[in-house]
């Protein structure tokens, strides 16, 4: 039986004590609870918790969960692709992984059909690993300069990024760190409809090393719902 009310207590007190050590206010990092195979009555559980951002990282299972979840905000943390756009688009709060133009472009022509905005991070491939998602480092200024340049109705709020797994936190240090850099490199231009606010980073493994460096939304999946199946 896993206690998701006393796992979600003891991540908070996790974060609270790593802002205090670092002089960051608790309220500036966001949890995502990332509810991937966790079925609908243990999400609630989560909501009961305290936790009203939810994120997934499939389109369908997202949707079909969405139908018995109310008055959260969902965030879309998966590869997306360009054509299942258009199912998440009116709702969703926050997409993480935008790591193509093209892909803006699709959110962009969508979102402008309804005439919402959509705000969105950029993902970027921080460790180099060939089988993860997201754009080089120095691919990112790039990407986020032609969005801001040819888009109105996609808002860049901040930098997402999936670190490697690695068994101690510590290594994985530098790649939250190359987030950041990116993320205050970046800040330094005035695009339009950017605002590089966010740093979404830190799982269950490693989120107080995430913490520890800037993150403001880490994306915790099995620390609340125990292991997946
Ligand atoms: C599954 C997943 C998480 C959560 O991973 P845990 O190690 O279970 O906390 C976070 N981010 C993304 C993009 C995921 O797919």
């Given at each position: ?160 990024t999936v670190a490697a797994y690695l068994p101690n ?61």
């Open positions: 039986m896993v206690m998701i009310f006393d796992n979600v207590q003891k991540i908070k007190q996790k974060i609270r004590e790593v802002c205090l050590k670092t002089g960051r206010n608790p309220e500036d990092v966001t949890i995502v609870a990332v509810t991937k195979t966790v079925p609908v009555e243990r999400i609630i559980e989560v909501v009961n918790a305290g936790i009203y951002d939810i994120g997934e990282n499939k389109v369908q299972e997202l949707l079909e969960k969405r139908k018995s979840i109310d008055n959260v905000r969902w965030h879309f943390v998966g590869h997306l692709q360009t054509n299942k756009v258009k199912y998440i688009v009116d709702f969703v709060h926050l997409i993480h992984s935008v790591d193509s133009f093209k892909l803006a472009l699709e959110i962009e022509k969508r979102a402008r059909r309804i005439n919402r905005v959509v705000d969105v991070l950029i993902e970027v491939n921080t460790s180099g690993e060939r089988t993860k998602y997201g754009v080089k480092p120095e691919e990112t200024l790039n990407l986020v300069r032609q969005i801001s340049e040819n888009c109105e109705y996609v808002w860049v709020k901040g930098l997402m936190p510590e290594d994985v240090r530098p790649m939250f760190r190359t987030l950041r850099e990116l993320r205050d490199e970046i800040s330094k231009f005035n695009f339009r409809n950017v605002e590089m606010r966010h740093l979404s980073m830190g799982m269950s493994n490693d989120y107080e090393v995430a913490v520890e460096e800037g993150a403001t939304i880490v994306r915790i999946g099995t620390a609340i719902f125990g292991p997946r199946k």
